[in-house]
């Protein structure tokens, strides 16, 4: 293990039901979790995931689970094994198949069910293999107040490309500084999933797709033009 990974918590009975797993089934009572959390420095978010995992493991998974926290800041190589888009990203590599959650980790209930450690429900919806898309906000007609409504994007990638990158960032302070507590961001591989950019027909990346409010809108680049993607984004008025 490397200065930049620790382990929060190895049970050594672990290593006997490791070895005993279902493949690409989800997990099981009998499973063991090896999870992977790649955290950037020990900023407030990061500090935030780790104790959010932490506290769910324990109440959980207790006796049956093993945490490396990777720091990206100390070893960012580490990352292009998993192919880390976005950070804290929790990695769950075992039980098959691998699962990735973008976050904090602080909605306890959808971390649940992005483990299989919980059914799905209508207050946990439906999980990407990226991140898990929290519950669905009401549809807007397209004629209410834009600055209550609450936005549903989508960021189409290819891998951990410097472009890549410099899209999530732009996208996530964009989003922070605009749409603080009223948006919800999923961050999609093309690589890892190509059926979903052929369902809304992505021809290039990276794409960002405003999915709500209504009318559907595209951009397509690194997102630096800011005011052009607030102008596109309904957030700032032409002129």
């Given at each position: 293990m490397t200065k930049a990974a620790r382990s929060i918590r190895r049970p050594t009975a672990a290593k006997k039901a490791a070895g005993k797993r279902g493949k690409g089934k989800g997990a099981g009572d009998g499973d063991f979790w090896r999870l992977r959390l790649y955290v950037a420095g020990q900023?407030?978010?990061?500090?935030a995931a780790i104790a959010n995992l932490k506290k769910i493991c324990e109440e959980h998974m207790a006796g049956k689970y093993s945490v490396e926290v990777i720091d990206l800041i100390k070893n960012p190589k580490l990352a292009a094994g998993d192919q880390i888009l976005a950070i804290p990203t929790l990695v769950r590599q075992?039980?098959?198949p691998m699962r990735k959650i973008i976050g904090d980790l602080?909605?306890?209930?959808?971390v649940l069910v992005g483990l299989d450690l919980?059914?799905?429900s209508r207050e946990a919806v439906s999980w990407r293999t990226e991140v898990m898309a929290p519950k669905a906000p009401k549809r807007d007609s397209g004629k209410g107040d834009r600055s209550a409504s609450k936005y549903v994007l989508r960021l189409y990638v290819t891998g951990i490309t410097p472009r890549s990158k410099l899209a999530i960032e732009n996208v996530r302070t964009i989003c922070e500084e605009h749409l603080k507590g009223r948006y919800d961001l999923e961050v999609v591989d093309i690589y890892q999933q190509p059926t979903l950019a052929k369902g809304e027909q992505i021809i290039a990346a990276p794409t960002l797709v405003k999915k709500l409010p209504l009318p559907l809108r595209r951009f397509i680049g690194d997102m630096s033009q800011?005011?052009?993607?607030?102008?596109g984004l309904d957030l700032r008025k032409k002129g």
């Open positions: 900023t407030a978010r990061s500090l075992l039980p098959k602080s909605n306890t209930e959808r919980r059914q799905h800011t005011d052009k993607i607030l102008l």
